[in-house]
């Protein structure tokens, strides 16, 4: 009995520690970054179609950039603060953080086709900072920055399912990006890259950034993490996070 207990506790030992390293931070190193004529980047994301970034900007305008950061176009919206940015096939979405509204711009023309408010009743400036699609769930995801940290599931027409509280991973998150089965948070003030279940929210990894103020995250065709700085209106390339 004793040598089975203690084969027990040995083990439940090993796992606690393959869970606690787990959880430690991998710090990464860029390969490079590029000045970006875009003020206050606040997020980003990559189109596989067009080979080019949008980015939005706290001053309310939406950017569209090639991979060095030179702008191609822009659209503004006036009394707006875009913290969110995502893009499908047909469409962008930029999310304004104090009015709570999901701009849905045509891709080919830039013009506004839809707007939806979505309700949160936190503080103005601690609301929505991150917007992706999880094709595991089939649904839009809202994640508020901080006080608490809320990932709000959208359906298809936008429309609240589902809201799950993971203020325990991080002290905000800044932006939310969905990559190869698995979602990627960012915490501008932790300067951390986080991988959870796109299911559960549950932490698989972290890793540390040695950027500061970072607001925007993507990953391009071939898997490069991309990250804005808001700050230094930098956009740095990493290396996929799990190259060996």
């Known amino acids: 009995m004793i040598q089975k207990a203690t084969t027990v506790l040995v083990t439940g030992l090993c796992l606690v520690s393959l869970s ?19 003020p206050e980047p606040s997020d980003i994301c990559y189109d596989a179609a067009s080979n080019s970034c949008y980015i939005v900007s706290d ?24 913290e969110a940015v995502y893009v499908d096939s047909n469409n962008v979405y930029a999310v304004d953080e104090s009015g709570r509204t999901i701009y849905q711009y045509d891709k080919k023309t830039f013009k506004v086709t839809k707007t939806t408010t979505v309700r949160y009743d936190g503080p103005k400036n601690k609301g929505y900072e991150s917007f992706t699609f999880n094709p595991i769930k089939n649904n839009y995801v809202l994640v508020t920055e901080s006080s608490p940290i809320l990932v709000i599931e959208l359906d298809l027409s936008f429309n609240v399912v589902k809201q799950t509280d993971i203020s325990g991973i991080a002290r905000d998150i800044s932006s939310a990006r969905f ?5 990627y948070l960012l915490s501008d003030e932790d300067m951390m890259l986080i991988k959870v279940n796109p299911d559960t929210y549950d932490v698989i990894q972290k890793w540390s950034l ?3 103020n970072p607001e925007g995250l ?26 060996k």
């Open 179 to 183: 990559y190869k089965n698995d979602l």
């Open 20 to 38: 606690v390293q787990a959880q430690k931070a991998i710090k990464l190193k860029p390969t490079k970054h590029v000045s970006i004529a875009v």
């Open 210 to 212: 040695p950027v500061i």
């Open 218 to 243: 993507a990953f391009d065709k071939d898997g490069n993490l991309l990250i804005t700085c808001d700050d230094m209106q930098r956009l740095y390339y990493f290396n996929h996070p799990e190259t």
């Open 59 to 82: 001053q309310g305008i939406l950017f569209e950039t090639d991979l060095e950061g030179k702008v191609i176009r822009k659209k503004e919206e006036k009394d707006t603060d875009f």
